[in-house]
T-cell receptor, first 116, second 115 residues
Framework: AQKITQTQPGMFVQEKEAVTLDCTYD???????LFWYKQPSSGEMIFLIY??????QNATEGRYSLNFQKARKSANLVISASQLGDSAMYFC?????????????FGKGTRLSVIA | DSGVTQTPKHLITATGQRVTLRCSPR?????VYWYQQSLDQGLQFLIQ???????AKGNILERFSAQQFPDLHSELNLSSLELGDSALYFC??????????????FGPGTRLLVL
């Protein structure tokens, strides 16, 4: 079963508007971490934000915030005041801890295009 | 700049050949991960090393191997290359190997094209 699902292959947003990128996950672990990465057209993977399964507050990092709904198993990324430089692929990823195996499992990504 | 370096940035080679991709983790990071990003498979975990020892294996082909050296840099060796091995190969590093909160920082990647 797919662990991370990103249902939006592509999204458009007007500059200065907010946008929400969806991510749902599947795990039976109680302890896990959720991450968002940005991949611009140049190819590098840039870490944006982290949310732990036990964190009671939603994570925020500058213009990025994570709307974490544990019961729904969703971890949506909210980008406020979009900028042209936010145009990129965005990947949601999860890390579980069991049997000492802790790589990241990625979703297929959402391509965000910011329009002037 | 994540602090993770990868060389080379681009690599063009022929089928059947062997290549070596190199990664230097961030200063202080003990754990190195290798990922492959292709159009059809997305981002897939290949292998992880922690302080010189193999810690976890993912969907890594038998034609591929890796190691982490005493200075903590890592190399990914790809042999008997096939067209389907063309992909972007990422190295990532983190301080420890366990703990859900450990953030992995990615290098710029090596873009491999097999002709």
């Amino acid at each position: 079963a797919q662990k991370i699902t990103q249902t939006q292959p592509g999204m458009f947003v007007q500059e200065k508007e907010a946008v929400t990128l969806d991510c749902t996950y599947d795990t039976s672990d109680q302890s896990y971490g959720l991450f968002w990465y940005k991949q611009p057209s140049s190819g590098e993977m840039i870490f944006l934000i982290y949310q732990g399964s036990y964190d009671e507050q939603n994570a925020t990092e500058g213009r990025y915030s994570l709307n974490f709904q544990k019961a729904r198993k969703s971890a949506n990324l909210v980008i406020s005041a979009s900028q042209l430089g936010d145009s990129a692929m965005y990947f949601c990823a999860m890390r579980e801890v069991h049997s000492g195996n802790t790589p990241l499992v990625f979703g297929k990504g959402t391509r965000l295009s910011v329009i002037a | 700049d994540s602090g993770v370096t990868q060389t080379p940035k681009h690599l063009i080679t022929a089928t059947g050949q062997r290549v070596t991709l190199r990664c230097s983790p961030r200063s202080g990071d003990l754990s190195v991960y290798w990922y492959q990003q292709s159009l059809d498979q997305g981002l897939q975990f290949l292998i992880q090393y922690y302080n010189g020892e193999e810690r976890a294996k993912g969907n890594i082909l038998e034609r591929f191997s890796a190691q982490q050296f005493p200075d903590l840099h890592s190399e990914l060796n790809l042999s008997s290359l096939e067209l389907g091995d063309s992909a972007l190969y990422f190295c990532a590093s983190s301080v420890e190997s366990s703990g859900v909160e450990e953030t992995q920082y990615f290098g710029p990647g090596t873009r491999l094209l097999v002709l």
